[in-house]
């Protein structure tokens, strides 16, 4: 994938939660409860849709070995989420240590509530851009290499990914609930590769990984 593709899905991640910072309908009225999804998204005002909703911590998917973060939640029934995540990634996998940097944009559309303390959100998806830091990856083919040799990006990855969470409700006063989920994830170099060669399976090109979500602040009604 090209860099100019590349930087069109970055500028995509970010502009999805402009309204975090006060670009929305103020007007907008909370949605009605549900049987199920109990979900419900109460707005901080002003300079404090700064702070973070949620913190989370993920092993693998391609952002690293581990990578943690914060994000924000939005949407009339919190069904959007942005993260900003650092990993790193072991000098066993690489020529040094290196550190990765992931911008994740999630779309959560359903929630399914059991009892007080657990709900169950059965399909979640997405995508994100992680960048790895070291001399050795790069933004644009290096001149030493043939023109179009490598025609992607080594620096930069785009990912898509489907996945499940599991909530614990709690009843505290900063940590709303506590969830674990997992993903399943692939990046456009190994979807063209299982294209052009039927020999891959998809057991090649498919990423597993597991964390776990903390929900950081109560909302509060404006």
């Not at 109460?42 to 909703?53: F, I, M, Q, S, V």
């Not at 990993?87 to 009892?115: E, R």
């Not at 979807?191 to 929900?215: C, E, H, W």
Request: some cysteine; charged content about 25%.
């Amino acid at each position: 994938m090209s860099w100019s593709i590349s930087k069109y899905l970055l500028t995509a991640l970010l502009a999805a939660p402009l309204n975090l910072f006060g670009i929305t309908d103020e007007t907008e009225e909370l949605p009605a409860p549900k049987r199920w999804d109990k979900r419900v998204h109460l707005k901080y005002e002003g300079w404090e849709r700064l702070k973070p909703t949620h913190a989370k911590i993920q092993y693998a998917g391609g952002m690293g070995v581990m990578s943690a973060g914060v994000g924000w939640d939005y949407g009339k029934r919190r069904q959007w989420e942005t993260d900003f995540l650092i990993g790193y990634l072991p000098a066993k996998y690489a020529t040094d240590f290196l550190f990765t940097l992931t911008v994740k944009q999630n779309y959560i559309p359903w929630s399914m509530s059991f009892g007080e303390h657990w709900a169950l959100e059965p399909f979640y998806c997405g995508l994100y851009l992680t960048t790895i830091a070291g001399e050795e990856f790069w933004e644009k083919e290096p001149g030493r290499y043939p023109n179009r040799y490598y025609n992607f990006s080594t620096k930069i990855r785009p990912y898509i990914f489907v996945g499940q969470r599991l909530n614990f409700n709690l009843k505290h006063s900063i940590v709303k609930h506590i969830s674990l989920f997992y993903e399943v994830s692939s990046c456009e170099l190994y979807i063209i590769s299982k294209a052009t060669n039927k020999s891959l399976t998809m057991k090649d090109i498919l990423r597993f990984s597991f964390g776990a979500k903390v929900q950081l602040f109560k909302n509060r009604q404006k």
